[in-house]
């Protein structure tokens, strides 16, 4: 443990906490991290995210995604973060604009069976078996640091990890229905919760009150309600809207879940968009990729494969008023055989070097040729 | 504001005598640690301090807000006013000597809580303005910028910052985030003009990073 080495400079001391060492296999219930500073993560259902926000989705944070309008594939995380609380037989609550709510479990994608994976973890660039090399051989000079990042851990205790806390996905197969049969899982309407939205969740919910709950939301939609309605009901929404994910983020805290709201930041209002942001503790959005975009094709390689993009505006912090600062925040989702769900770091691709000064390549640290994305 | 140990940027730029406080943050660069660093100056000068924390919830706040079912916010805002003042009461019969400080964390949550009725919000900030000249009593109040950059609501923002002595803004850096800086801070204080010291600077403009119990504040590239 680091001292507080301002013995001299009183109050001005800046020491840092140590870290506790991971504990992979004691954890109080199955599914739940530890990490420093007395915080505790449950998986997103997505190993590289659980890297990328260091351990998970904090227990008793807020989590949300802001949508891109044009393409649904925020449900792909949510439908992994479900997926996963299934696995782990941890009770889930789910809200959603759909009809019936209870359907959109049928989606949710099944455990990858280990000898169909192909995504090895730590593993060099030469030694993947499953005829990956061929491909990335050539491109080994420029996206070394790729994979050097992940061999820092130990591969022994990696493995157990994955193996407890976080599973790949197989998003081709469904979910397996005993597993959903056996399973604590509620589901709303969105009308009931905007009914009594300041009571619904503590009362229709009983088993809100036990120790390990993940809960799940899905308020992207609302906005059908909204249309029906003139401008004052509207503006009386918004209100209620805001005051509900407050009192949610209070319920939360208070009772060892994780909240992940998805919504589309174009149906609100700029600054009901700004108070939802303020509200969640990890922020993240997703873009959709156009499907045949040539600039950007050129900018980046893989292009083909990626499906969106992934931003971390803000991540989840206990304890410490450090902002953490991430290396890269904006991340390309990709299905790796249309299977599992990736996401990578953005790589600048060569550029052609006949033609005037040769840039260095590697990942991209800032946006060139003024593109409208931000690495 | 007392002034505490603080050779540091900030404690220059905030002078002393002002009592009430904005900190103004947006998404990018969130202002909660400056509320930390004033609220433990406030403590240190030996005063006494009460923190209506919303942002993070307490739930005896969240009961006291919503109020009895049916009962009107501006009533829950009358009891929560009382509370405030039997809280500087109670602190008074102690120690007569101490500065009493009132941090509200953020009055974009009291917006909320009060389902939108910026009246509402603003009576109970302007009585909480008269504790200053009454009971010793110095303010800060925290308060979301970019949720205001809008027409519609700019409402509370302006006013805060027309009745405030000082105002501390916390602002991204337009080149985006870096780890050795995480923000630029501008302060305004207002006390300079009062005084009629022509020389005294009274807008302040520098970066700060923070760290775990406190910040670091520095002019942009001069830190080591």
Not at chain 1, 160 to 183: G, I, M, V, W, Y
Not at chain 2, 99 to 126: N, P, Q, Y
Not at chain 2, 189 to 209: G, P, S, V, Y
Not at chain 2, 216 to 222: E, L, Q
Request: neutral net charge; contains cysteine; glycine residues 8%.
């Amino acid at each position: 443990m680091a001292a507080a080495a301002g013995g001299q400079t009183v109050g001005r001391s800046s020491f840092s906490r140590a870290a506790a060492p991971h504990v992979a296999s004691s954890s109080t219930a199955a599914g739940v991290k530890l990490g420093p500073n007395g915080a505790a993560f449950v998986s997103s259902g997505i190993p590289d995210l659980d890297r990328i926000l260091g351990g998970g989705f904090l227990i008793g944070s807020v989590v949300m995604i802001m949508e891109d309008s044009d393409a649904p594939h925020h449900l792909l995380l949510l439908r992994s973060f479900m997926a996963q609380g299934v696995v782990h037989k941890q009770p889930l609550l789910f809200a959603g604009p759909m009809k019936e709510p209870r359907l959109f479990l049928g989606t949710l994608p099944a455990v990858a069976s280990s000898k169909e994976d192909g995504r090895q973890r730590g593993m060099g660039a030469g030694t993947n078996s499953d005829g990956r090399t061929s491909d990335e051989a050539l491109r080994i000079a420029w996206q070394y640091k790729k994979y050097f990042g992940e061999e820092k851990t130990s591969h022994a205790e990696h493995r157990d990890n994955k193996q407890e806390f976080s599973n790949d996905f197989d998003l081709r197969k469904p979910l397996e229905r005993h597993l959903l049969n056996a399973q604590n899982i509620e589901s709303l309407k969105k009308e009931t919760l905007l009914v009594s939205s300041r009571t619904v969740v503590p009362h229709s919910c009983p088993n809100f009150r036990e120790k390990m709950v993940e809960m799940r939301m899905l308020d992207g939609l609302l906005y059908n309600h909204y249309v029906h309605h003139n401008a004052d009901t509207l503006r009386r929404k918004d209100w209620d809207m805001v005051s509900f994910i407050r009192s949610l983020k209070a319920m939360v805290r208070a009772s060892n879940a994780v909240a992940v709201i998805t919504f589309p930041n174009t149906v609100l209002s700029s600054s009901f968009c700004k108070r939802w942001q303020h509200l969640a503790d990890t922020l993240l959005s997703i873009k959709a990729i156009p499907d045949e975009d040539k600039e950007l094709a050129k900018l980046l390689t893989g292009y083909q494969d990626m499906v969106g993009f992934l931003h971390v505006h803000k991540v989840a912090q206990t304890n410490s008023q450090v902002p953490v600062i991430l290396e890269a925040s904006t991340f390309s989702l990709k299905l790796r055989k249309r299977r599992s769900l990736v996401l990578e770091r953005l790589n600048q691709a060569p550029v052609d070097g006949s033609g005037g000064p040769s840039h260095a390549s590697g990942s991209c640290s800032s946006s060139s040729q003024g593109s409208q994305l931000d690495f | 504001m007392e002034e505490y140990g603080g050779g540091d940027l900030l404690s220059e730029a905030m002078g002393s005598g002002a009592r009430v406080v904005v900190v103004e943050d947006r998404v990018e660069a969130r202002g909660a640690f400056a509320l930390h660093l004033l609220l433990k100056r406030a403590l240190a000068g030996g005063g006494a301090a009460a923190l209506l924390a919303l942002a993070q919830p307490f739930s005896h706040y969240d009961r006291v807000l919503r109020g009895a079912k049916g009962g009107a916010i501006s009533d829950s805002f009358v009891r929560l006013y009382g509370d405030i003042q039997r809280a500087i009461d109670a602190s008074r019969t102690g120690d007569n000597t101490g500065r009493f400080t009132l941090m509200i964390d953020d009055v974009s949550l009291l917006e909320v809580a009060a389902g939108g009725s910026v009246d509402d919000v603003l009576d109970f900030l302007h009585y909480c303005v008269t504790l200053t000249s009454e009971m010793n009593c110095s303010l800060v109040f925290l308060i979301h910028e970019d949720i205001y950059s809008s027409e519609e609501g700019v409402g509370v923002l302006l006013h805060l910052r027309y009745i405030a002595d000082l105002v501390i803004r916390a602002a991204p850096l337009s080149t985006g985030l870096a780890a050795d800086v995480h923000g630029q801070l501008s302060v305004v204080n207002k006390c300079t003009f009062r005084e009629q010291r022509l020389k005294a600077q009274r807008i302040w403009n520098f970066h700060f990073r923070v760290k775990e119990n406190g910040a670091d504040f520095f002019y942009p590239g001069s830190r080591y």
